[in-house]
């Protein structure tokens, strides 16, 4: 048993390898990588004029200028300043070594720390984990219980038809219908599509801040249920 888990534990160094690869490469050599997309940050903020021209210029370190273009001098300090100039295997050398010391570094994106990010959003993704994992188990123990004991019937072919349907939807396709049909898209808007609470959160009483943080789970916990209820209930039966 040793010898097989440490066997996994070291086959688990290249997969990583390899992940960390693949990735550096997508972002790297696409089109519409990193430089790409500050170019394009720089182009529409010297459109835009005052606030966004200055937001470009900051984002560049001062290589915005007024005519809404970069010239190849520009581009390439540009390059220079985030490390593009650079060797393909060095840049994927740093960024290893970055990773392994807990440093993701800076979004080309959004232009702030990766780890801040991440934190920012940390609270909300727990919050749906949690969420639903209490309601997969809530739903799938008792379903599985009574699929066995029914086992045959019309019941557990109804509900083995469900829940291959279920299984069978990617949990961001479910998600893309759960917003068209009830958030806000041609159907109903019975749920918001954005945030944990409303704007007027703070003025509700405990029960109406509840009730609006339960409100905003909906569409995201269905469609995180959804799939894992399936495999779950099988399991369970």
């Known amino acids: 048993m040793t010898h097989y888990i440490l066997k996994r534990l070291l086959l688990m160094i290249p997969t990583l390898f390899g992940i960390l690869a693949l990735s550096f490469a997508v972002v790297q050599f696409v089109p519409g990588g990193p430089v790409e997309q500050l170019v394009a940050q720089l182009k529409a903020g010297a459109a835009g004029g ?13 290589l915005y200028r007024g005519d809404h273009g970069l010239d190849s001098q520009q581009l390439a300090q540009i390059k220079a300043f985030y490390g593009f100039d650079q060797p393909a295997w060095r840049r994927f050398g740093e960024m290893v070594g970055h990773y392994l010391t807990f440093n993701l570094g800076q979004s080309y994106f959004y232009q702030r720390s990766v780890t801040d990010l ?15 994992f209490f309601l997969t188990y809530l739903v799938s123990i008792p379903l599985g219980i009574a699929k066995a004991v029914r086992d045959g019937s019309r019941f557990d072919t109804v509900t083995s038809t469900v829940i291959l349907v279920g299984y069978a939807i990617p949990g961001f396709v479910l998600g893309l219908v759960l917003i068209v049909l009830f958030g806000g898209g041609s159907f109903w808007q019975w749920f918001p599509l954005r945030g944990l609470t409303s704007e007027n959160f703070a003025q509700l009483t405990w029960f109406g801040k509840l009730t609006d943080y ?24």
């Open 214 to 237: 339960l409100w905003h789970l909906v569409l995201p916990v269905t469609a995180m249920v959804v799939g894992n209820f399936a495999v779950m209930t099988m399991l369970t039966k």
């Open 118 to 132: 991440i934190l920012e959003k940390l609270p909300v993704s727990i919050s749906i984990g949690l969420w639903t």
């Open 50 to 62: 005052g606030a966004g021209a200055e937001s470009g210029g900051a984002l560049s370190g001062g």
